[in-house]
């Protein structure tokens, strides 16, 4: 009898060790279960550049695939939202979104039961946006107007004279009223430069002159007579 229930306690001992046993494995197996089930670690988000646009990347390495809804924000404001469901080597989604430099967005996963929460830390944008900004065009500046000085200094290129001008010029008109013939009295008048008066005042004085020589020429004379008596 002392055998038998020796036995059964030891019977008793082992089952309830291995009920311990069984209920870690299976608190293990279940912690285990749910920490390779989805992770917020297992998801990263990436801004790049497709061309000239711009572009925001989730990327999900959930082995187990469980569906995570993944919403993107700036400054509060819903940019895009997209299902992923991951693989051991990653799936990734893209939201077009036409970033800004150094710009912050939230980056959401909501993979229920197991994750609720941002990536960490937000996702902050390059400094260099997609598309260069065109220069505009540089403007020549005008050139300054000629001062007097110089102006006056180079002279005016005159024209030439066309041929009509230069055979107008070369022959000129004779002059009718010189060859026409004019009346004699004129032309006397012309030639000593007096008129008709001038002819008249001549004769009396040559009339005047010869009668004081004949009176001289008298009274010589008469003084030659007077002396011989």
Not at 64 to 93: M, N, R, S, W, Y
Not at 147 to 168: H, K
């Amino acid at each position: 009898m002392a055998v038998l229930s020796v036995s059964r306690r030891t019977v008793a001992r082992s089952v309830r060790a291995l009920g311990v046993v069984s209920a870690s494995a299976a608190l293990a197996i279940g912690v285990a279960g749910s920490a390779a089930a989805c992770n917020i670690t297992e998801f990263s988000a990436e801004a790049k550049c497709v061309g000239d646009k711009g572009v925001i990347t989730v990327t999900d390495k959930d082995p187990a695939g469980v569906p995570a809804t993944i919403t993107v924000f700036l400054q509060d404001k819903q940019v895009g939202e997209q299902v992923v469901k991951g693989t051991a080597e990653g799936t990734t989604i893209t939201f077009e979104e036409d970033w800004k430099p150094n710009a912050e967005y939230r980056i959401h996963v909501d993979a229920k039961p197991y994750v609720d929460e941002d990536i960490k830390p937000n996702l902050v944008t390059p400094a260099t946006a997609c598309k260069t900004e065109e220069k505009p065009p540089v403007e020549e500046e005008p050139k300054p107007a000629p001062t007097p000085s110089e102006s006056s200094s180079t002279p005016a290129e005159e024209p030439e004279p066309t041929p009509s001008e230069s055979e107008s010029e070369s022959t000129a008109p004779a002059d009718t009223s010189s060859n026409a013939p004019s009346p004699a009295g004129e032309s006397n008048l012309a030639e000593t430069g007096a008129d008709s008066n001038t002819g008249l005042i001549a004769g009396i004085a040559v009339a005047l002159v010869v009668a004081g020589g004949g009176a001289v020429f008298f009274g010589m004379r008469r003084r030659g007579a007077n002396s011989q008596r």
